[in-house]
């Protein structure tokens, strides 16, 4: 069992950048592969990007590639998203999403891949 708590979520301006924090329960994080998708409402949830168990491997969802940068810290049982140059249409909850697994991220780009997930933080992106 996997337990996940995302942080960081918030209010910034069009062109800012957040960072979230995902941290996670267990002794075994670095079995698990990570990813990140977002809600926005009236939405399905959508891929943002994906992390390997070792952090080797990464894949994105095109609209954030160049912006957007997951990591991982499997000392500290966190993974992070990087967010640059936000858009206002970006604005949606973000779970982070775990899978033991492993795989190359790019395996792990669509959601029922994942069996376990956060509750999501909210980013709200303003023009």
């Known amino acids: 069992q996997v337990q996940l708590v995302e942080s960081g979520g918030g209010l910034v301006q069009a062109g800012g950048s957040l960072r979230l924090s995902c941290a996670a329960s267990?002794?075994?994080?670095?079995?698990?592969?990570m990813g990140w998708f977002c809600q926005a409402p009236g939405k399905e949830r959508e891929f943002v990007a994906a992390i390997s168990w070792s952090g080797g491997s990464t894949d994105y969802a095109d609209s954030v590639k160049g912006r957007f940068t997951i990591s991982r810290d499997n000392a500290k049982n966190t993974v992070y998203l990087q967010m640059n140059s936000l858009e206002p249409e970006e604005k949606a909850v973000y779970y982070c999403?775990?899978?033991?697994?492993?795989?190359?991220?790019?395996?792990?780009?669509?959601?029922?891949?994942?069996?376990?997930w956060g509750q999501g933080t909210q980013v709200t992106v303003s023009s």
């Open positions: 267990g002794r075994t994080f670095s079995s698990y592969a």
């Open positions: 999403a775990a899978v033991r697994g492993l795989r190359s991220a790019s395996y792990y780009s669509r959601s029922p891949a994942y069996d376990y």
